[in-house]
């Protein structure tokens, strides 16, 4: 980062690390996946297409992240396990869960046309997600059986519920039948009015599905004599089982006892309330600006394969303004946005109420959002250029007592943003030149700006001030107040006030621009 004299507002960053030996949990859900489910016309009571979708989401889950060593899903919803003895993201819960999310949801987006080869993905699909923090083996063994009991009460009402639907009831009679009943009676219902015997379902349905790791032999490479060459490694599996809590289950996989550990004896009694009390939650505090920046998780890499142009590529930059304009139309607490590189800052209004200020949901909700939008739009601004792997993002939320702090947490950004654009500038054009990273690095070193503009314009021709405003001052998505003219039906025109989402260019450190759009950072009053 670069040293300016705004820095402070780093002090305003809130560690959250989930000590050990506390055993990390993510719990991810849809978000809105009712409609969603409706709008894309998945079967009901279940979609075997949609939940493949997502035990193949938790799959690579696995795959990419070796930390996560089990996970458990049903509907909308995955949980993550990571192992007792995680540094991942040295343990802090606002980086994990943003990252688990995005990826997860990075995922979905880009394997949905595997699953639906002839449905077209009409709008984003997106998650909420938080950490549980397991004190013991117990309190996980709690956990993982409240879900899937969860599974199974949710199933067996859905799969009763959609069939009388089926057979000519309305939604309402259909809850009104079976209003009070209880799970024989269901099992009852199934069996004589629609010959179903519950049992005979299948098991992903009934009872979710279990993703953990088994030893595989996989093929390496071949020598010279054309044998193959083999390794053992650990591989994601998809299993079903009617106990995921019950220490039979367990034994079966020396795998998870070694890096969590075992389950001591069998439980019977599941309270849901005792394992909510260990959810990691950070309400965060009122009348506060809320903040939440997101950066792209390990965008050099990214930016290398996908062959981004060097020191800016103006299309990536727009890809990420796309993207901050649609989080900024979805979520109306958003009122205004500041982007730079493959970081974007969201400002949510002072008094927002969005999820009751449950901080975990407020990153995730944006991040997983925004990662889908990116993922969507990636043809519209590279059209010759394959997505070649999912990309994804993390988040954090700060909290901002005023205003005149906030705009310090923006103008850092922005110093950033020159700071960074003219060093990169300067590094670019010497390695294209001839020489090395390291050389132009040595090059650099110690180099004030003055000293980098004649570096521009002496060997290069480049006048700094005459780069592109997106390149130096970054982008500002917000919404702005626009005049349209109507017409009345005697012919006479209208003038008609609306808002809409715009991206500027703009210095935001200086107070005119402030005073220009002085609705951005207007507060209410509150009642005491």
């Not at 998809?238 to 019950?246: F, K, L, M, P």
């Not at 300067?426 to 004030?448: D, H, I, N, P, R």
């Amino acid at each position: 980062m670069a040293n300016s004299k705004y820095e402070y507002v780093k002090s305003f960053e809130v560690e959250d690390e989930v000590m050990p030996p506390n055993l990390i949990v993510v719990r991810i859900d849809g978000r809105g996946f009712r409609r969603f489910s409706e709008v894309h016309e998945f079967a009901k009571p279940n979609d075997e297409r949609a939940l493949n979708l997502m035990n193949s989401c938790a799959a690579a889950m696995l795959e990419e992240y070796p930390d996560i060593v089990f996970s458990f899903g049903f509907s909308d919803e995955y949980s993550f396990v990571f192992k007792k003895t995680t540094k991942f993201y040295q343990r802090r819960a606002s980086k994990i869960v943003s990252l688990v999310v995005s990826f997860f949801t990075s995922i979905y987006t880009t394997k949905w046309k595997e699953f639906f080869p002839h449905k077209e993905l009409r709008y984003p699909p997106s998650f909420r997600a938080w950490v549980i923090c397991c004190a013991s083996m117990e309190v996980l063994q709690t956990y993982l059986a409240w879900r899937q009991n969860d599974c199974h009460i949710n199933n067996q009402y859905n799969t009763c519920f959609w069939m009388l639907v089926k057979c000519g009831k309305t939604e309402e009679e259909a809850q009104e039948v079976l209003k009070g009943t209880h799970k024989q009676e269901k099992n009852e219902l199934l069996f004589q009015q629609f010959g179903i015997n519950y049992k005979n379902l299948p098991s992903m349905f009934r009872q979710g599905s279990c993703v953990c790791k088994t030893q595989v032999e996989d093929i390496v490479k071949y020598s010279e004599n054309g044998t193959p060459v083999k390794r053992l490694r650990r591989k994601p599996i998809i299993v079903h089982s009617d106990n995921i809590a019950a220490r039979s289950f367990w034994n079966e996989h020396p795998f998870l006892l070694k890096e969590l550990g075992d389950f001591r004896e069998d439980i019977n009694n599941i309270k849901p309330e005792y394992v909510k009390s260990f959810q990691f939650e950070n309400k965060l505090m009122p009348l506060t600006w809320i903040v939440v920046r997101i950066d792209g998780c390990h965008f050099h890499r990214f930016s290398e394969v996908h062959e981004f142009e060097k020191p800016n590529d103006e299309q990536a930059l727009n890809l990420m303004n796309s993207c901050a304009v649609a989080v900024l139309e979805q979520f109306k607490d958003v009122i205004f946005s500041y982007g730079v590189s493959d970081e974007y800052s969201f400002v949510l209004k002072k008094d927002s109420q969005f999820y009751q200020r449950r901080g975990s949901e407020i990153v995730t909700a944006l991040v997983s959002y925004f990662t889908s939008i990116y993922v969507m739009k990636w043809k519209e601004f590279f059209p010759q250029k394959e997505l070649k792997y999912p990309p994804c993002f993390d988040g954090r939320a700060v909290l901002y007592p005023t205003s005149e702090i906030l705009r310090d947490y923006l103008t850092w950004r922005q110093v950033d943003c020159h700071i960074n654009n003219q060093y990169n500038t300067c590094f670019w054009m010497l390695v294209k030149s001839g020489k090395s990273k390291s050389e132009a690095q040595a090059y650099l070193k110690g180099t004030q700006a003055r000293e980098k503009n004649e570096v521009l314009l002496q060997q290069f021709g480049i006048d700094y001030n005459t780069l592109p405003l997106m390149f130096r001052q970054g982008s500002s998505a917000f919404w702005n107040e626009e005049e349209k003219t109507g017409m009345y039906e005697n012919g006479a025109s209208a003038e008609k006030s609306g808002k809409k989402v715009v991206v500027e260019h703009c210095n935001i450190i200086e107070q005119s621009f402030w005073e220009a759009h002085p609705s951005i950072l207007i507060e209410k009053p509150h009642m005491v």
